[in-house]
């Protein structure tokens, strides 16, 4: 998966590793949480197709207990959390 990542521009923006969750269910404990940035929605889409690609992600999905794969559309942040971008 990686080299597909990556040969598309892909990037790791940012990761963490996990400490303790503040809110949110208790039960939840996570080993790794990422951002990854893609170039656009095409780069992404044409990842997702690849052969190779969706050979890898069986893997992925076998060694994981739970994940989330969530999409995002980036914005300016406000001054406050949940403030308007600013335009």
């Avoid at 044409?46 to 794969?69: C, F, G, T, W």
Wanted: proline fraction near 8%; charge should be neutral; aromatic fraction near 10%.
């Amino acid at each position: 998966m990686g080299r597909c990542f990556s040969a598309l521009g892909g990037r790791i923006a940012w990761q963490g590793r996990f400490e303790l969750i503040l809110i949110g269910p208790e039960s939840e404990r996570w080993d790794l949480c990422f951002i990854a940035e893609y170039p656009s929605v095409a780069a992404f889409v044409e990842m997702i197709r690849d052969p190779v690609y969706r050979e890898a992600v069986k893997h992925r999905q076998a060694a994981v207990e739970d994940s989330r794969l969530i999409r995002m559309a980036p914005l300016a942040p406000g001054k406050n959390f949940g403030d308007p971008p600013a335009a």
